[in-house]
């Protein structure tokens, strides 16, 4: 199957700092991903669509400027949360893949903000 | 719409058999099947892509009754290795694989 490979696996950054998560698709073009957020004991909840070339769409309730997603080619798509806090510690995950196969799941970012 | 999962914990002796329900209150396209182990990414089990299809691998099955707007993931005989949390995710048909999760459900097999 194809293979999504995020980094880092974990990150722990001080509050008020900014962090970049990375997600590849390595054996496939991925026009769209999709980045979700998960909390302890929580479902996946979809935060935005991310498609190559164009501005990410986000879900209500999510704050664009504050989590920052670019997805310059079609095999790297980058969430940025800004200005962290530790209400921002989680679990996200990014995905690609259609509606009619399996989506490919990257391996997830733990964030901590101390 | 978040899809509903139910029960939202189970716990089973090794060997019994379990059903996990995901129900929507929108039409549904696809349904995807998912479990999650302790601090990992979610697995894939597999995935319905249109009403009355039925699917399975080793003692894992489900069906997609497109007309209730349903779908359930029946796990028999179970094993040791089948404790997570399943989730059930919904793919809206234009929306690619943008993919609406339920709460999941804690499946725990016990010796």
């Known amino acids: 199957g194809a293979v999504v490979s995020q980094h880092p696996s974990r990150v722990i950054c001080k509050s008020g700092t900014s962090v970049k998560i990375e997600c590849r698709s390595l054996?496939?073009?991925?026009?769209?991903m999709f980045w979700y957020r998960q909390f302890p004991k929580q479902s996946l909840m979809l935060m935005a669509t991310?498609?190559?070339?164009?501005?990410?769409?986000?879900e209500q309730g999510v704050e664009k400027d504050k989590f920052l997603i670019n997805h310059a080619s079609l095999t790297l798509s980058t969430l940025t949360v800004t200005s962290a806090h530790p209400e921002d510690s989680s679990f996200y995950i990014c995905?690609?893949?259609?509606?009619?196969?399996?989506?490919?799941f990257g391996q997830g970012t733990r964030l901590t903000v101390v | 719409q978040q899809p509903v999962q139910s029960p939202q914990a189970v716990i089973l002796r090794e060997g019994e058999d379990a059903v996990i329900n995901c129900s929507s209150s929108?039409?549904?396209?696809?349904v995807h099947w998912y479990r999650q182990k302790h601090g990992e990414a979610p697995v894939f089990l597999m995935i319905?892509?249109?009403?009355?299809e039925q699917k399975g691998h080793d003692k894992i099955s489900a069906s997609f009754n497109e007309k209730k707007q349903q779908s359930s993931l029946y796990l028999t005989a179970s094993q040791l290795s089948y404790s997570g949390t399943y989730f059930c995710?919904?793919?809206?048909?234009?929306?690619?694989?943008?993919?609406?999760f339920g709460q999941g459900t804690e499946l725990s097999v016990k010796p």
């Open positions: 995905s690609a893949g259609t509606g009619r196969t399996e989506a490919f």
């Open positions: 054996d496939f073009q991925a026009t769209t």
């Open positions: 991310s498609n190559e070339g164009s501005k990410a769409t986000y």
């Open positions: 929108k039409a549904l396209y696809s």
């Open positions: 319905l892509l249109k009403g009355g």
């Open positions: 995710g919904t793919g809206g048909g234009n929306q690619g694989g943008k993919l609406i």
